[in-house]
Structures are given as C-alpha cells and as structure tokens.
C-alpha cells in the first residue's frame, strides 16, 4: 500500500510538472483529486486494509493529498501573478521621454549673491537702509573726509548730474544719512548699486556694494576682522582663509583691503600643474575695504569720536558673484542674456 | 610707481629676498602690482678698449679693430661703422654670445678676414638709440671686461607698486628705501652730493621772488652756466626706460630722475629765456593764456600760481613748463627750480585745466618740504656731472617763516587699545614709530609725544599714528573678536518680504530675473516715460559716457527690450523676464528716485509636453503671472480695466491699466505697433509696468486667517448673449450689484463666439456660487435666488439670457 501511494506521488508530481495553464491543473486534480480520483480512491481503500495499517497508511495518503493541493494552489497563484504583471507591462510607458517643461524663472546672479551677503549681515544683528542713488556731494564726498581737493577723489569717477547732485560712487553716504538720523548703537548695512565712470572692459558703470558698519562704545579693529571673517566664512565657505592689508579710504582709519584665498587654487597659486589665473598666481583676491570709522566722520554726523568708534565695510556685489560663480566677464552681469541667466 | 632693485640698493640694503620683499610691501599697504625681472639676453657683451683701428684690406666700408679684453690676448673684429678711435672704450660681443632678434654671434670670416666677435651698436642690443650712426662708444670710466649689462645696470628687476593717495612719500625711490627700512630694519644711506661751485653766484644771475607764499611756502633755485645739451649718459636712459619713461635730453632727464629718485618735483628752464633773470612765484592775477611746453594753450584765472619771469607766465606751477623757456638744444644755462607747492593749490589748478603730470601727481599729494634743497643739490650735480657746465655759488632758497612746522601729536595708549582692540605697551607703541622716522619726545605710560618725520604730511593726528602702529605692527598680530551687536533695528525691513514673494511669484510664473544699467539714451526716456506717478523731467547726466547712456531710466521697459533683442539674436523662442529697479526724475531741483517693475514677454511658450504644439505668449500670461503675485500679497481689489492714455508705447486696444483699491498701480499690454516695428520686432511683445512702492504699500502687512466653510456651496451658471464688445467685467459688477448675500463669488469660465450666437454677438459663461453659513442651501431655494437675480441683471443691462 505504501508502494502504492509512493509511485501515486511520482505520478501526481509528473503530471503537474507537465501543466502548463490552469485547465491543465483541474485535469490533474480531478485525476487524482476528484470523486473519482486515483488518489480518493486510493483513500477509500485504506478502510479496507487491517486496523493496526490504517492509521500510518492514512496518514501517508493525507499528507499527500495535502500536498498536491498546496502545489496546485501555488501554481494557479504565481500563474496568476504573472499573468497581472504580464497584463501591466504591456501598459509600460517610456520612461525616457522627457518630462513636461514647467515653467520656471531665474534668479539674477547679483541678486542671488546681494541676497545672501544681506541674510548673513542681518543673521549677524543688521539691519537694511537704502539711501537715493542721486546724492549730494556732502554726503558722497565731504562728510565722508573727502573734502573737494583732496586727491582721493581721483580714485572716484563720478557721474554728475547737477552742480551739488551726482551719482553716488559708494554706497558710504548711507553710512552719513542713518548716523544724522539715529543715536548709536547702529549696526547697519545698505545694500545697492553705485556708479563710476569707468570706460574699461573689466568695470561697468554701474555696479553694487553691500555696505556696513558698527557703532557703538567700544568696537575695535579686532571686532571689524571677527565680524569679516564670519561673513567671508558664510559666503565663500569655513575653510577660506583672510588676510587684513593695510589701506587708504579718508573715511576708516586704520584702513584694511581684505582677501580671500582664492576660491579657484586655494592659495596654492597653481591649478592643473599652470599658474592659476584668478588670483593671478598670488593666492589672494581682494574682495573687501574696511576700516575704524574716521573721527571725522563722527564729527560730521555730530557724534562725539571720544565716546564712540566704530567700524564700517564695503564688498563689490559683482566681485562676489564672479568669484562665486566663476564668471570670468562682467559684462555677462548687465546683457541677460538667457543662455547665461539659466545656470542660477 | 615703478622703480628698480639696484636704485633701491643705492639707499637701502635688501636683506630680503625679493618674493619676501613683495609679500612686506604688500602687507605695510603698498600693493605689488607687477614684479619684472629684465635680464637681457646680451649679458655676454662685455667692455673692451680699441687699441687699433685699421682699413679692412679687401672691403672700403670696413674696418679691421684690434681690441684689448679683459685677459688674453688682442683680438680683431671686423666692424662696418667708423666712428670709433683708438682709446674708445667699445662693447663687444664674443663668439658665442647672443644678442636680441635671435642673433647668435660666432667667429666668422668676413671677406678673407678672421673676425672674434662683434662690436655693438645701441640698436643691436636694444637699448635707447643714441641717435648716431655707428657703433655704441661707452664713456672712459666703463672698465675694460665688466659686463655691460652690469656696467649700464641693464639687468635689473622693476617693481611695479600701487600707492594709495595717503602716501605721496612713497612716490620716490627714497620713500619707497625709507619704508623698506622700516619694516625689515635695515639702515637707510642717503648719500649727499659733493657739489663744486664756481663763481659767479646765484644771485647775480636771477633774483627771485616769492608773492604767493600760502601757495608756495618754499622756492629755491640753482643756476648752471656753460651746459651741453646732448642725450643723457647710458645708465641713465637704461635706467629711465626700464620703468618706462622715454629720455629727453641730459637736462630734462636729470629733473625727471631725480624727481623719481627723491620724490621732489624739478623744474629747469632756459635761463636766456627767462626775461631779466627775475622769477616771481604768484598768482596770475587776470585772466589770461598761457602754453605749456606739450603746446596747448591754456586759459588761466586769476588765483592760479604761476611762475612768472620779467614778462609773464613761464610755468603753471608745479604742473607744467612753459613752451618759451623749456630746454632746447642750444640751452647752456639753465635755471633750476625746487619748490614746495601747497597741494590743494595744485589741484585746483590741475583739475580745472584737465592736467596730470608726474609733477603735479606728486605736489598733489604733498613731497617733503624739507627735501627742497637736498633734490636741487642731487640734480645740480648731475647735471654737471653728464652735461657738463658749472654751479654758480650758492642756493637761493626763499622760505616763508622758519621753514615747515611739524606737528607734535598726542597719543594715548588707552586710545590705541580701544581703537584696535590690542593690548599694546607705550615702547611696543613707540618701537614702530621711531622706525618709521618720527620723534618720540615726550614718554610716559599713558601717552607719548610724538613728532612725525617731515616727509609724512599724512601723518596730522593721533588716529593717523594708530593706524601706523597697526601697520607696522602688523594687522595679523590684532586677535579677532566678534562684538556682541546690541542695536536694534528694522532687520530686513518692511519692503523685502512682500517685494522678495512677488519676485518669486514671477519666476514661478517662468519669468527670469534680468538686471539692466540705470543709464539709458534720451531717446528711450521719451519712448517710454514710465508710470505717471513719476513726475518730472528726466535726469541728464552731465558727462555721459555715450549717448545711448545720457539719460537715468524713467522706465524699466526700454532696459527689457534690450534684453529682449539680445535673446532674439541667439534664437531664444521666448523671451520671459521681470525687472524690479530704481526709476529717476527731476522735478526742479527736487529728484524722485522711484522703484518700479517692469515685465516682457515675447515669443511662444516651448512645447510642455512633446507632442503638444508651442504655445504663443498672450495676455492671459502676463495677467495670470501678475495676478497670481497680487493674490500672493492679498491684494484686493484689483481691478484690470481698458487702457486710458496712460501709456502711449502701448497698444490702445491690448493693454490695461491696473488699480489697487481705486489707485493707478501699473499698466499691461501688447507694445504698440508702431513702436514694435521701429525695433524691428514682430508678432505681440507684451509688457508691464508696475509702480513698486505702491504694490508693497497696498499689501496687507499680515495674512488673517478665514475660517473654513460649514456648508457647501451650490453652483448655477448663467450664459449671456451680449455685443461683441461688451467686456467681462461689466457683467461681473452688475451681477455683484444685484447679487444677494448668499452669492459667495462670481467667475468667468467661458466665452464663446459664433453660431448659432449672431453675428456681432459673444457669449459669456458664469459660474455663480451659492452658501450659506448656517445651513445647507436646498436646490429650491437656490433656484429661485439664481433665477431672480438673472431677471435682474437682464432688467439692468441689455443683455440676454442664453438657455
Ligand atoms: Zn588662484
């Protein structure tokens, strides 16, 4: 009897092996599974065999039972499962078509790069003035300790407009116009454009600065370097580095221009084995002037240079994004051009 | 200011190498703009003597020289020139030796004769030609073996520096010598010149007179009698070309190399063109011309200083030489003038007359005013030394008072910690300012006195020294602290969150910022005279670069168009862009500087989706885009309505004006035909102008939040027939007069034209929305509140009701 069923069992598993669609496993099942199945007749006849074989033969004809059924479960289900993945294929899309253009503008370059240098002053404690681009000259040049025969006004070409009116050449006349108006503590910043009447290729005539300044009892030099260096970090990233050369303005003092290790060799002066053109192989790039407040400067607003000092810091908006970006040609900045505008 | 190595060492020893010598400068303030290192290729050339000159045997223009080396024995050399002897102390270059133009110089035989090299002409060795044909005769003193190079100082390295207006002491090699001491230590050597004076004195040959002493404190002169006007010595033209000064004349070149070398400006005239030997420094009096020796003429005012000889003007002061009594080539006595010109003097006059020259650059910036005489002596002595000519005895040196007061300043070493935030001692205070040549008188630990040196006229006060004690010190030495900021303040200001949601709005919207110069052409302000509210005349610059630059931008459009046709060149199919900027007007002699935004939009829409067609840019974009920003800064109402005359650049049929709560805020709209056409633009370019200051000012300073509906809304439409030019709006404001309270909001969904509406007819579908707070509208109720309010609106307007 046990001979019997294991040969069944052989049988059974052929069969199944040779379906190939569902119909083909009711076959089998009704074969062997049905009423008049060899295996249900096979069952049938355990109650005819002695009582002491009954159990352990049952036993075997039932596990097998239990056995083809499973297997015909399994396979009408993975049948089925390929059929369902075989019916959503055939829906497939082409992936690699390109996707809707949505539409979408772009930022400007400058004002990408003005709109940070402003979040990090105001991140700082600073807060935003404007003043008018059509300034006196009191408050471009005088009150600023550039008195009219002074040659540092050489270092300005200025647009005029009328003979008290011109184009205001830094945005350092914000500095004038919110001391006239405020008691110190100020901390300040104007961001904005400035003219200069510069023919050259490498200058445009109108540009932007992001001017700034502390006043209060007790801010040092020390305190303009601190503050520069978070700014320089924010901006260009912690590891550049800074270097504090003196300069001239007539309105700091002590003066410092402010480089940057170059974003481009990192000081190294060289890049891909030839000497690197950004920093002109120095390993520097100037970026910012700053300095002490000019007493005088103090004294023309009416605050007292005895009780007061305080530092104030210029950066070309147009420089920083160059440096930034890699633009190489600042006329890129003003001809929006749209194959350049998309890159922001 | 460009100056060479070699002349530096001739006042200072160079302790550091050259790259560390550079890295000092730039870190004491003085920025090293170019660094050249000249070493001619010639440096084989040496000196030799001619002992004998012989006629070539076989060639009539040649010549056989024997000449003597530095070693060996005499060597011959077959020369083409003639002008040399024996005794001339000649260059050759050996076999072996290169010259400039790739010129290899090898033994040669030249028509049956050996020849050892070649003697040089100036041209050969590219050095400043001497104007004579013929080989280069050096002077006796060269010695027979030097290397020329080294002989004429031709190898050398020029150090280009940039100097900030503060620091006219350094427009001199001295100066430059005097810094480098200071910063690295070394001893300064000024040597003084060893002057032979003859008789006759001074005096006898001029008299001079000082009439404008607040404008020229000092004058002093020499007199030279008996000069040869001739091409300057070799080292000193080698030296003048290396920093790129063209040489003159022994004279001239003398007052220019000393100026370059002590900082103080030089002037010599012709002393037989100077009327009556008198010289009067003084203001010029009366309008008058005068030329200078470039031969312009120049109009000079009355307060103007000049040099004035028995007749008139012989100089601008300081600035430039007459034509009359410069130096030529039959000058043999030459007056020379050192001087101290007050710098705000100079300028004036400099700056009203459009002159800059080495000498008023320097004045300008103040030189030394007790140097005046020490330069006179260098120069005089130069020029006997290479122009021959004697010194007539004696100085005439007028100066008002006792000569230059300096300043004794005060500074406190509680005030140079606070300003650097140092904790700097009185003697590491003191140390860097002695260094730099100032006394430091009195001493004690709270304050020193202290008395700059002559020549830093920059140097007035006590902040002035701070800065010097933290340059010499070193502004890398200042720890960096970061302040605790306690100021208060507006942060970004109220303008930055509505403006910086607005923009981003546009660019959502597929617009992409574009940033133009504020200066554009009259012609474009006429164009396009910007929103109304910008009253006024256009502001003209008084020295615009061009004239496409004469005028500030009334408008952003003009700007946009530019931008416009610079993407239609490279083929862009749409040109989207927005602009938020200054606009300017003068109104008298007040000026309005106003903050607009500006929009284009041109071309088509690229294809979505592949497949789908372009899409022509319309009106519906640039009223979507700026209505979508407007309900991004809850802005109500806003109203589009027909264009007035408020734009005449646009389209009197396609374009709008558009309000905010009853107030003119911008306009919107195709550019006229006319104006298109004059850019040379086809198809609708379409634009927009809105004034800024009052979009931010309308804009609701917070978001209140509405609460959310109870009930829902039922929908009724209604389509109504009305005449072709009947427009949306006029429905809408009638619907929302006869709407009762339940009607939440009214919208256009449809337009349609044609039949079975008649001609000249449209129809126009509205969507209306019923709620109420309280309860859920039945469809009974809205029936009979959507069909009373359709008999209304039909009572009201001539219109009718499609069914
Ligand atoms: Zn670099």
């Keep these: 009897m046990k001979a019997t069923l294991d040969a069944l069992g052989a049988e059974i598993e052929n069969a199944l092996d040779g379906c190939r669609s569902d119909e083909d496993l009711e076959r089998v099942r009704i074969a062997y599974l049905g009423r008049k199945g060899r295996l249900t007749e096979v069952m049938r006849g355990v109650g005819a065999l002695a009582p002491e074989e009954r159990p352990a033969v049952g036993e075997l004809a039932n596990a097998l039972k239990r056995r083809v059924d499973e297997c015909i479960t399994a396979l009408r289900e993975r049948w089925k499962a390929e059929r369902r993945q075989h019916e959503l294929e055939r829906e497939r899309l082409d992936v690699t078509l390109p996707g809707r253009v949505w539409p979408y503008g772009h930022v400007h370059p400058l004002t990408a790069a003005l709109d940070e240098a402003v979040a990090i002053f105001v991140s700082l404690g600073f807060s935003v003035y404007e003043g008018p681009h059509i300034e006196d000259e009191y408050h471009n040049f005088e009150a600023l300790n550039i008195p009219s025969d002074h040659p540092a006004r050489d270092m300005h070409d200025t647009f005029f407009v009328d003979h008290t009116h011109i184009l205001r050449t830094h945005t350092s006349p914000v500095q004038i116009r919110v001391m006239e108006n405020q008691e110190p503590p100020i901390a300040a910043i104007a961001p904005g454009a400035v003219f200069r009447h510069d023919d050259d290729v490498t200058h445009s005539p109108m540009f932007h600065q992001v001017e700034g300044f502390l006043v209060d009892r007790a801010v040092t030099f020390g305190d303009l370097k601190g503050v520069l260096s978070l700014f320089v970090q924010r901006m260009f990233g912690d590891d550049t580095r800074l270097r504090f050369r003196p300069s001239f303005f007539p309105f700091t003092e002590p003066s410092a221009e402010i480089d940057i290790s170059c974003v481009i060799c990192g000081g190294a002066r060289a890049v891909n084995g030839g000497t690197c053109r950004v920093c002109k192989a120095t390993g520097w790039l100037e970026i910012l002037g700053a300095g002490m407040i000019h007493p005088a400067v103090f004294r023309a607003v009416g605050y007292d240079p005895e009780v007061v000092t305080g530092f104030a810091f210029g950066v070309g908006i147009e420089r920083v994004a160059m440096l930034k970006y890699g633009i190489t040609d600042i006329r890129l900045l003003f001809q929006n051009d749209l194959r350049f505008l998309r890159q922001f | ?803």
């Excluded at chain 2, 060492?9 to 000092?24: K, Q």
């Excluded at chain 2, 100077?274 to 020796?293: D, P, W, Y």
């Excluded at chain 2, 720890?479 to 660019?507: C, M």
């Design chain 2, 1 to 803: 200011m460009k100056l060479t190595l070699n002349w530096l060492r001739e006042f200072v020893e160079l302790v550091l190498p050259i790259d560390e010598l550079c890295e000092a400068l730039v870190m004491a303030g003085l920025e090293v703009e170019a660094v050249a290192v000249h070493r001619p290729i010639w440096g084989a050339v040496e000196v030799v003597e001619i002992v004998n000159v012989a006629a070539h045997p076989n060639a009539d223009r040649l010549r056989l020289c024997e000449v003597r080396r530095a070693q060996g024995p005499l060597v011959r050399v077959v020369c083409g020139a003639s002008n040399m002897q024996a005794g001339d102390k000649v260059a050759l270059a050996p076999p072996g030796s290169d010259l400039p133009g790739d010129r290899r110089i090898e033994r040669a035989t030249i028509r049956g004769q050996i020849s050892e090299g070649m003697l040089c002409a100036a041209r050969e060795l590219a050095l400043p030609d001497d104007a004579t044909d013929g080989i280069l005769i050096l002077p006796p003193d060269a010695s027979i073996g030097r290397r020329l190079v080294d002989y004429l100082g031709a190898e050398d390295t020029v150090i280009d520096l940039a100097v900030t207006p503060n620091r006219g002491d350094c427009l001199s090699v001295l100066g430059i010598a005097r810094e480098i001491a200071a910063l690295t230590g070394a001893k300064l050597q000024v040597p003084a010149p060893a002057l032979r004076e003859d008789d006759p004195p001074t005096t006898s040959a001029v008299r001079v007179a000082v009439e404008a002493p607040d404008l020229c404190p000092r004058y002093a002169v020499r007199v030279l009698h008996g000069v040869c006007v001739a091409p300057s010595p070799l080292w000193m033209r080698t030296r003048l070309a290396l920093i790129g000064l063209h040489p003159i004349s022994n004279v001239v070149d003398v007052t220019n190399y000393v100026m370059l070398e002590r900082g103080q400006p030089l002037h010599a005239f012709d002393l037989a063109h100077v009327a009556n030997g008198r010289i009067s420094a003084r203001r010029a009096g009366t309008r008058q011309s005068f030329v200078t020796l470039d031969g312009v003429e120049r109009e000079l005012i009355p307060d103007d200083l000049v040099i004035t000889d028995g007749r008139g003007p012989v100089a601008l002061a300081g600035i430039m030489g007459g034509a009359d009594s410069e130096i030529r080539a039959d000058t043999t006595d030459v007056l020379l003038e050192s001087a101290y010109f007050t710098p705000a003097g100079i300028r004036r006059t400099a700056r009203r007359l459009g002159i800059t020259s080495d000498s008023s650059y320097r004045f300008e910036r103040g030189i030394d005013p007790v140097a005046t005489v020490a330069a006179l002596d260098r120069a005089a002595g130069l020029i006997a030394g290479t122009a021959s000519g004697t010194i007539a005895r004696g100085v005439i040196d007028k100066q008002v008072g006792r000569g230059a007061r300096l300043p004794t300043i005060r500074v406190r070493v509680a005030r140079v910690n606070a300003l650097l935030g140092t904790t700097l001692t009185a003697a590491e205070i003191e140390r860097p300012l002695r260094a730099l040549g100032a006394t430091v008188a009195g001493h004690a630990r709270a304050a020193l006195r202290v008395v700059p040196p002559s020549y830093r006229s920059d140097l007035q006060s006590e902040v002035d020294l701070i800065e010097e004690v933290a340059r010499l010190s070193g502004y890398e030495t200042i720890p960096a602290t970061t302040p605790a900021i306690v100021a208060g303040g507006p942060g970004f200001g109220p303008h930055r969150d509505p403006e910086e949601r607005f923009r981003q709005t546009l660019r959502t919207c597929g617009l992409t910022e574009m940033i133009a110069l504020a200066m554009i052409g009259a012609e474009e302000n006429r164009m396009f005279p910007g929103l109304p509210d910008l009253s006024g005349k256009p502001v003209a610059l008084r020295n615009a670069p061009s004239s496409d630059a004469a005028e500030l931008r009334r408008s952003l459009v003009p700007g946009l168009l530019q931008a416009l046709d610079v993407n239609r060149r490279q083929g862009e199919p749409l040109v989207a862009g927005y602009a938020i900027g200054r606009v300017y007007a003068c109104d008298g002699e007040r000026y309005h500087e106003g903050k607009a935004l500006g929009i284009v939009l041109a071309g088509a829409w690229p294809s979505a989706v592949i497949g789908e067609p372009p899409r022509p840019a319309s009106f519906a974009d640039l009223k979507g885009g700026l209505a979508l920003a407007f309900d991004r800064l809850a802005l109500a109402p806003v109203m589009w309505e027909s264009l007035q005359n408020e734009a005449p650049y646009l389209h009197p049929g396609k374009a709008a004006r558009i309000t905010i709560g009853g107030v003119l805020c911008g306009v919107a709209g195709a550019l006229h035909p006319d104006v298109s056409a004059a850019r040379g633009l086809d198809g609708d370019t379409w634009v927009a102008e809105l004034d800024m200051i009052r979009v931010v000012q309308y804009c609701p300073r917070r978001i209140v939040f509405r609460p959310l509906p109870r009930f829902p809304a039922v929908l009724r439409d209604v389509a109504i027939v009305v005449d072709s030019g009947f427009q949306a709006q006029q429905i809408l404001d009638a619907i929302s007069e006869v709407a009762p309270p339940l009607v939440e909001e009214v919208r256009v969904f449809d337009q349609y034209a044609g039949a079975p509406i008649p001609e000249g007819k449209k129809s126009i579908a509205y969507s209306i929305s019923y709620r109420a707070s309280d309860r859920t509208l039945t469809d009974e109720e809205v029936n009979t509140l959507h069909q009373e309010l359709v008999a209304h609106l039909t009572e009201r307007l001539p219109v009718e009701v499609r069914r």
